[in-house]
């Protein structure tokens, strides 16, 4: 199921309950040191997402160049 069905089932009530629930499980001082616990987290994540398809553009276009560059070597020392 996706996140959209999920919150589609709960109505405005479950969620207010649940909502009251992780404030009484976790306490009022807890909750922000998680959710910036969780904004660290998501933001490391989208910064070696960022970096490996950095690294993957990077390596395709010096290949390309590279094989530009070999096929006119071989052209020219053919002819």
Do not use: C, H, Y
Not at 50 to 59: A, H
């Amino acid at each position: 199921m996706t996140t959209l069905t999920v919150l589609g089932i709960l109505g405005g009530q479950e969620i207010i309950i649940i909502l009251i629930i992780v404030l009484l499980l976790f306490g009022g001082k807890k909750i922000p040191e998680l959710m910036r616990g969780l904004g660290r987290g998501v933001s490391e994540f989208n910064k070696a997402k960022n970096e490996v398809s950095n690294m993957i553009n990077d390596k395709d276009v010096p290949q390309e160049k590279k094989d530009v560059s070999s096929d006119t070597k071989e052209k020219s020392s053919v002819a």
